[in-house]
């Protein structure tokens, strides 16, 4: 998903490095010359407002979603472009991991319920706001596979940024319907059990719309039937895990083109008037999904091949269907998104949500708490688009021209278990982190690796942050803890103090809320920084540098400096 940038300031960000004068850093002794810092505080607590009875619902995950897990979905459904309307069934099967005789599913509540089946058994049902609690009248036994057939019908409305379920019409007027909501969830429009921890293997999708029109879907396209009544079914089957709210179907009278990469088949569906403009501008889909492979290894989701598909809104990164609306040109709607000139160079649509391939899709969170694994590693994922199409110093531009949009408030990681979405730090300061971490490895063959190693650690898997902080442990001689909580658990970022006084000396620490935070740095001057590992004790060092010359790699690490 891309961030919401109405609601961002953006400044022209101007980093003048000063260059220092000549000196000889050699940090020959570090001694404690106060007293430890006083025993750090716990967190403070959010300052956002209490949950509502709906974000329970939707954020919990207790007995009656934890007792089974998904294998399965068949989405089988009509959409009526004149009533605004849709109608059919979701097939859902899952396997029983506890004795039990309930289930909670999602479904909005504004839709109605036809039936739920268990094969000729209707079954008993309780709505509670957009939660369906499913009654089974004997006791489904753990270990055991069961299908039910959930019918539904109604009218979705329309909602938040991306629409939910929008009916649209083109320039033409003819009808033009997309589903994004992975903000209100995909309840809005189709039953299912509606939270990020348990993904089905494996789906299918069948969406009946009159047959002047197409949808196109996530999946391989698996053929089309016309079903004689004026209504023709498209049928996509996903033959990877898929997030719920990544399932998306695009209905319009789209023009198709196609293309190849290597044995990725690549397909683009497009509104007929812009044809010659998206022929032109999806040329950049080979090179981004080429940079995205160089570092992380294949395209995820191979056998469902790639697609672009324009939308009426900016864009959103459904599975292997990627929706786009940018407008055919560079930036972001039109605009120096980064304000240095790089972001003019690429579609910002196409890198950004196709990047979320990797993350968000493959590498997918458990709980919306740790959406930074989704936006603050897509973001970074620009960056290294950047870095392949224009170099390392235009990555370490495009990276920093983010620091204006971080706010540093609120920590990423929010409350677990009442679907409480990150503020929008996720991205900015989570693709700073990214970076800093890489300074921190200062060595790019092991830096690579390791972020390719998590890529691959991960796909087709959902993961909490904890198993980042493990997998980096794991493979490293450094605990990361104390510099994942510091990053993402707290609001501030790291502060570097340094003190000059005495002469010819300097002593030096991090000031943060993480009291075992310890991280090295490069300071001195630009061209031939020496690294220190400053800790929340104070060190000193000797150094002909002062005040004034003493300089530090801001562009490498996102940390304050205060010098005294
Ligand atoms: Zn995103």
Redesign the pocket.
Known sequence: ???DQIVLRTFRCIAVLAVSTLALIVPLWTVNIKGQQASTPPPPPSTIGPPTRADLLRGQYGRYRANNDLLFYHLDIRVDPDKKSIAGKNTIRFRMLADDTRIQLDLAANLNIDKVMLGATPLKYERDLDTVYVDFPSTLRSGREYTIDFHYSGLPQEQGRFGGMAFRTDGAGHPWITTACEDEGARVWWPNKDQWRDEVERMQISIAVPSDLMDISNGRFMGKTDLGDGYTRWDWLVQYPINNYSVSVNIARYEHFADKLDDLPLDFYVLPQNLEKAKRQFAQAKPMLEAFRSYFGEYPFEKDGFKLIEVPYSGM?HQSAVTYGNGFVNGYLDRDWTGIGISLKFDFIIV??S??EWF?NAVSATDVSDMWI??GW??YLESLYVEKMFGHDEAIRYVNSYKPKVQNREPIITQRGIHRQPQQDM?FKGTLFLNTLRSVVNDDTTWWALVRDVYQQFKYRNIMTEDVVRFFNSRTARDWTPIFDQYLRRSAIPTLQLAFNEPGSMAYRWKTDERAFAMPVRIGRPGNWTIVEPTTDWKVMPTSLGKETMDVATDLYYINVEKS
């Open positions: 998903m891309v961030h990164e950004h949500e990047g979320h968000g989704h936006e897509t973001t991205y």
